[in-house]
């Protein structure tokens, strides 16, 4: 498959102020946290660094959000490297912001009862949504969000099947550790979350950035 065509440059009409990738950074982020406080009350999974995250979270009883910030530093020289110097540090911000807000959340919020099938549809259409919101702005929660983008603006493969196919290869692997009800479920929600990414987030159609 042939890269695509490099993007053309936008009029200054057209392209996101400081304003506006703050506060879309903030709301995606704020998204995917939410996301991640249902799956963590409702002991599913999520793909990516996230889900390597999860595993080591339940393995070790560690905080999710000191591990996930931890196991995405690898990935920011590959994108500093491919994706260029401010998608790498509103990535970085994005992280960090996310590694805060998932240790925020159990002081300020807490769900008594959580339907895991509910959990999983909701929190897939939420990740969807904060990483739509992310990737628009030129940012990601770094991992396989980071090489997902990468594959879709180079290669022109869809962002949300790279994603798809990444996601349910690190849930398979829980196996091991998560029983497979929880697993099933948390695969449902990674497909919910891609397919919304691969319908949603399309190359060339969203012009302002």
């Known amino acids: 498959m042939t890269p695509t065509s490099p993007t053309p440059a936008l009029p200054p009409s057209l392209r996101h102020g400081a304003y506006e990738d703050a506060q879309a950074l903030l709301a995606g982020t704020l ?3 939410m996301a991640l406080m249902l799956f963590n009350q409702s002991g599913l ?4 660094t996230a889900g390597i995250g999860f595993l080591l979270h339940y393995l070790t009883g560690i905080s ?9 530093l690898p990935f920011y020289w590959f994108a500093w490297t491919r994706m260029g ?3 790498t540090l509103k990535t970085f911000f994005s992280v960090a912001l996310l590694s805060a807000l998932v240790e925020l959340f159990p002081h300020v919020i807490h769900v008594d009862y959580l339907n895991p099938l509910f959990a999983a549809l909701l929190g897939g259409l ?4 904060g990483c739509l919101f992310l990737a628009r702005h030129k940012s990601s929660l770094g991992g396989a969000t980071v090489v997902s983008l990468y594959l879709q603006d180079k290669f022109g493969i869809r962002a949300g099947k790279a994603q798809m196919l990444i996601d349910c290869s690190v849930l398979l692997l829980s196996l091991a550790v998560v029983p497979l009800e929880r697993v099933a479920y948390s695969v449902l929600a990674a497909v919910v979350m891609s397919v919304f990414l691969w319908i949603s987030h399309r190359p060339g159609r969203y012009v302002g950035r």
């Not at 939420?126 to 949504?129: A, Q, V």
């Open 126 to 129: 939420l990740l969807g949504t």
């Open 85 to 87: 110097r401010e998608f």
């Open 45 to 48: 999974l999520i793909g990516g």
């Open 31 to 33: 998204f995917v946290a």
């Open 64 to 72: 999710f959000g000191k591990l996930f910030f931890v196991v995405n």
